[in-house]
T-cell receptor
Framework: DVKVTQSSRYLVKRTGEKVFLECVQD?????MFWYRQDPGLGLRLIYF???????EKGDIPEGYSVSREKKERFSLILESASTNQTSMYLC????????????FGSGTRLTVV | GQNIDQPTEMTATEGAIVQINCTYQ??????LFWYQQHAGEAPTFLSY??LDGLEEKGRFSSFLSRSKGYSYLLLKELQMKDSASYLC???????????WGAGTKLIIKP
């Protein structure tokens, strides 16, 4: 069964901490994405990657960075967590053309206190 | 630019039929997806339309009109478990990214 795995389902961090959210896919997908989802705002794209070592800014990259050292792994980093980064974070992957849609991980509910 | 729009919330009765509409504007289009998302969970794939017309899959059907920039998701014989948000998204042909609507929250009443 193909899958996208996010390392944590729930996470509580303190303001100013550096936070790592990990995402691993086993489908040999080229494309990987990080979104955050907040009530009433839908899915907002933070960063995406079309290949190893490659990254592109999405719509709301401020306060975040990413790393893709291996094809199957895409990490989201909150350099200094703030309370306005409290959200649901969703990782997704797709094949290069996107025609099979995105497969999502189960999400990480991050609370910054 | 691109834009995608769907109603924020809809209410329907168990056993009934409901149609969720989605309109979009884009210069490059490669197909339209529908996803279902239960509260607190990740979106899961429902359907993908590339050509005009109706695609039926059990109780769920999806329709696309490329010339009108319009799609709908039709849910028949509604069940309580269909209470969820339904997201439409179109695939851009320039960079193969999905552009997402904000989602329609569907509330099913007994």
């Amino acid at each position: 069964d193909v899958k996208v795995t996010q390392s944590s389902r729930y996470l509580v961090k303190r303001t100013g901490e550096k936070v790592f959210l990990e995402c691993v896919q086993d489908m040999d997908h080229e494309n990987m994405f990080w979104y955050r989802q907040d009530p009433g705002l839908g899915l907002r794209l933070i960063y995406f990657s079309y290949d190893v070592k490659m990254k592109e800014k999405g719509d709301i990259p401020e306060g975040y960075s990413v790393s893709r050292e291996k094809k199957e792994r895409f990490s989201l980093i909150l350099e200094s967590a703030s309370t306005n980064q409290t959200s649901m974070y969703l990782c997704a992957s797709s094949n290069r053309g996107g025609g099979n849609g995105y497969t999502f991980g189960s999400g990480t509910r991050l609370t910054v206190v | 630019g691109q834009n995608i729009d769907q109603p924020t919330e809809m209410t329907a009765t168990e056993g009934a039929i409901v149609q969720i509409n989605c309109t979009y504007q884009t210069s490059g289009f490669n197909g339209l997806f529908w996803y279902q998302q239960h509260a607190g969970e990740a979106p899961t794939f429902l359907s993908y339309n590339v050509l005009d017309g109706l695609e039926e899959k059990g109780r769920f059907s999806s329709f696309l009109s490329r010339s009108k920039g319009y799609s709908y998701l039709l849910l028949k014989e509604l069940q309580m478990k269909d209470s969820a948000s339904y997201l439409c998204a179109f695939l851009m042909d320039s960079n193969y990214q999905l552009i997402w609507g904000a989602g329609t929250k569907l509330i099913i009443k007994p």
